[in-house]
């Protein structure tokens, strides 16, 4: 135990040594010769050292800086180029050539530049660098990932380089590394593992095997189940995770809609473009933050929330007292005037913002994800849209079952001659349910904002999506909507890698039209104006 230690320690010194040291010659020489194998030898090894200097060099090597005259290499910085050898600067010799590169030493430069990140100071540099290198650790890489792994003190950093070296030795000569190396990749859930182990257990056409130990096979073919497996539980956990996410989505474009369509009976063509004008209100919000308070930025969904709203609902209650007032119980008027609505709501849009997509960013508290089963992502500005589309539809039920804006709603949904009578003033009524479910729909486009495109045909896009999931879930129904807007989402998700996007959507919209066959009525009974 002692020995190994004073071995590690010795290995430790050797390598805090050679950090700082200057580069061999022999190594510059190489990188200028015509031997194409020798350059590539030459930038692994020269990367191996893990130090500015091999920085230094290689990245002026891709930017084509370097100059080489007898068995001198020159780093050009303007007008003055600094001798390698001796790192004193001086005059470009005139018969100095430049040293070129081809694409295949490109692409080893910047494997190389990749791999030097693994010895920056910060943790997420690190592990992005070991991420990106799970595609395409090689054996002329292992002099790197060994002083990497030796340095690195984080648990799961130091865990994926294990694995790269594992990967890279699956390339040994040496049967023992080469079985040792498939052992340890037995719990990686790297699906890039997958065409290499399928290659060592490949037939010739002599019969003869690419891998020609049997043990070696046999751990081959145990690991790649095990990849197997794994690949199938984080696909699974995917979909599920994904599909909750599209249903929050699917739940928030809908809510409003299930309000306004649902207890008030009107067919609001425009309410997708009420989505778009909450996705515009927070490009605007986030807008000014920029200019008036760049520090504090990452706070502009704090304003965008209540300005969404107010602006959505503000729209929506002027299209009420001005346009739908008059068409209450003549839905094919109400869909033929909304419809129109939404065209000049989009050239509006167009005239202010301009044809092209906006860029609304997500705060850096909303950027990253929580890595689960190894290398699945779960992103945290969809957990919290998860969350944000609960806490609606919770506000939202309490709004309309503990308050006295819902009583009369309710009231008047239900028996609106009865309600005028008893006092209720029906006209006010109608005019804050609609800017209610408009304003639902202004929070849907920020949380739209927040994972796609702005632009000013974003609501067209969820429209058909927001009617298929208040119809199913049952008109009028604030359960049936949670749960056909989840259940539409999961289905999406598991039929898209199955069937393909636009078939999964054909499918699900078939389901609906059998299910609205058998069960008019949707998942729940219905209620609303429409009964009368």
């Known amino acids: 135990m002692i020995f190994r230690k004073i071995c590690a320690s010795i290995v430790l010194f050797v390598f805090s040594l050679t950090a700082h040291a200057a580069i061999d010659g022999k190594l510059l020489q190489a990188l200028a010769g015509e031997d194409p194998d020798a350059r590539i030898t030459a930038v692994n090894s020269i990367a191996a050292m893990g130090n500015e200097k091999a920085v230094e060099v290689l990245t002026a090597l891709k930017n084509e800086q370097l100059f080489a005259r007898d068995v001198n290499v020159y780093l050009v910085d303007g007008e003055q180029a600094k001798d390698l050898s001796t790192g004193k600067m001086q005059k470009l010799p005139d018969d100095a050539e430049a040293i070129t590169i081809n694409n295949r030493l490109r692409a080893a430069l910047d494997s190389a530049l990749s791999g030097l990140k693994l010895f920056s100071p910060d943790k997420n540099t690190r592990l992005v660098a070991a991420t990106a290198l799970e595609k395409e650790a090689t054996p002329e890489q292992l002099p790197l990932l060994n002083k990497a792994y030796l340095k690195e003190n984080d648990s799961e950093i130091k865990s994926r380089l294990q694995m790269l070296i594992a990967t890279a030795n699956l390339q ?6 080469r079985k040792a190396a498939v052992k340890a990749l037995l719990d990686s859930p790297n699906p890039n593992l997958k065409p290499v182990l399928q290659k060592m257990l490949a037939q010739n056409p002599d019969g003869s095997y690419n891998e020609a130990d049997a043990s070696i096979r046999l751990e081959a073919a145990n690991t790649l189940n095990a990849i197997d497996g794994r690949l199938a539980r984080m696909e699974f956990v995917g979909n ?5 996410s599209l249903g929050s989505v699917l739940l928030l474009a809908a809510l409003g809609l299930a309000i306004t369509f649902g207890l008030m009976g009107i067919i609001n063509m425009a309410h997708g473009e009420l989505l778009m004008i909450g996705a515009y209100t927070t490009y605007v919000c986030q807008m000014l933050f920029r200019k008036f308070m760049p ?9 965008a929330l209540p300005a969404a709203f107010l602006v959505s609902a503000a729209v929506g209650i002027l299209l009420e007292r001005t346009v739908i007032r008059w068409l209450y119980g003549r839905p094919l008027e109400t869909l033929l005037c909304t419809w129109g609505i939404s065209l000049i709501l989009m050239q509006a849009v167009r005239s202010i913002f301009g044809a092209q997509n906006v860029e609304v960013a997500n705060p850096s508290w909303m950027s990253g994800g929580i890595t689960v089963l190894g290398s699945l992502v779960l992103s945290y500005n969809r957990i919290i849209i998860i969350f ?26 239900q028996n609106r001659r009865m309600a005028d009578c008893v006092g209720v003033a029906t006209g006010k009524i109608d005019m804050l349910t609609f800017g209610l479910g408009s304003g639902i729909a202004g929070l849907g486009g920020v949380a739209l904002s927040q994972l796609g495109n702005v632009g000013p045909d974003l609501g067209q896009n969820y429209i058909v999506d927001s009617f298929m999931v208040v119809v199913l879930g049952g008109v009028g129904q604030l359960a049936g909507t949670v749960i056909a807007a989840f259940g539409l989402g999961e289905v999406n998700k598991f039929l898209e890698p199955v069937a393909g996007a636009v078939m999964a959507k054909i499918v699900i919209l078939v389901f609906i039209i059998i299910f609205i066959q058998r069960r008019p009525q949707g998942l729940f009974a219905l209620k609303g104006r429409s009964v009368e």
């Open 172 to 177: 040994a000569s040496d049967t023992v590394v």
């Open 240 to 244: 599920l995770f994904y599909g909750v």
């Open 295 to 303: 520090g504090a930025v990452d706070a502009y969904l704090l304003l």
């Open 388 to 413: 944000f589309a609960l806490f609606v539809v919770l506000t939202v039920w309490l709004i309309l079952n503990k308050t006295r804006l819902g009583l009369f709603v309710r009231a008047v949904t």
